[in-house]
């Protein structure tokens, strides 16, 4: 019981493509991956940062340039991540951009060029990797979401919009692809420690003291803790789980 035990949240064998996988919430885990024994295509469009993640997550993991904005690259995408690290059988959505202004400040294009990168360009690259994943009869596609998913957070419109949207995404592919032996899940990060995090509350002390009242465990989230959650949707252990948004949030979402 113990080595099954063990073995069941174990990755071997598995091949995780992580966009936005250079830096933060992907980083963190393409660390995890690695750590559970998995390989990793760390995607994004900048290529020093990509290096420097993979010159500290080893042989195990590759850095692939790319944009998922261009949504007619696609295909070529998932077929230079196949032919670095083999057939794609984790799928992780992680690439974003943020807009923080007033709705009524937001233009259109602001507003369209958040979803392009959160629906739109996520969309593309699960419908492709996906239908890979069908031919197989075997996979899993995982979404960063938020706690804007759920929640209504001021000046961020088309952000919590595109993380609204996953919602139906996930559900909808979940019983659509479940036949075919592909799991779809996301994570809803709450609050996580990060250089974006500390520069957001730095010289803002009644704010970070408003965030942690309000997070019954009372600390900021770890990238390992997005991480560790994720090993465990891909692993055999989710084997029966399909269809859930999992918050990480120290309990966030219940104090509100």
């Not at 958040?114 to 890979?132: D, M, N, P």
């Not at 909808?172 to 036949?179: F, S």
């Not at 970070?208 to 560790?228: N, Q, S, V």
């Amino acid at each position: 019981m113990k080595d099954n035990m063990e073995q069941v949240f174990r990755l071997e064998g598995q091949s995780a493509l992580i966009t936005g996988g250079g830096t933060g919430l992907g980083f963190g885990m393409a660390r995890c991956f690695v750590a559970a024994g998995a390989r990793v295509v760390l995607v994004g469009r900048r290529q020093a940062e990509l290096k420097k993640a993979c010159d500290a997550l080893g042989e195990q993991a590759v850095a692939l340039v790319g944009d998922v904005t261009q949504l007619e690259k696609a295909r070529s995408l998932v077929d230079e991540a196949e032919r670095l690290a083999g057939p794609i059988t984790i799928l992780v959505n992680n690439a974003g951009v943020h807009l923080k202004k007033p709705a009524v400040d937001t233009s259109d294009a602001e507003f369209a060029n958040v979803l392009q990168t959160h629906l739109f360009g996520a969309f593309a690259l699960t419908r492709e990797a996906g239908s890979r994943m069908i031919e197989r009869r075997s996979g899993c596609v995982l979404f960063t979401a938020s706690m804007a998913s759920f929640m209504g957070l001021p000046q961020i419109v088309a952000y919590s919009a595109a993380k609204s949207s996953y919602l139906g995404v996930v559900r909808t592919l979940a019983t659509e692809w479940g036949p075919h032996g592909v799991r779809v899940n996301a994570i809803a990060p709450g609050w996580i420690a990060s250089e974006m995090l500390d520069k957001a509350l730095s010289g803002d002390p009644e704010r970070k003291a408003k965030i942690l009242g309000r997070t019954p465990l009372a600390r900021f989230g770890e990238p390992e803790d997005i991480g560790w959650a994720a090993v465990y949707l891909c692993s055999p252990a989710a084997k029966f789980v399909t269809g859930v948004i999992l918050p990480v949030d120290g309990g966030a979402l219940d104090s509100f």
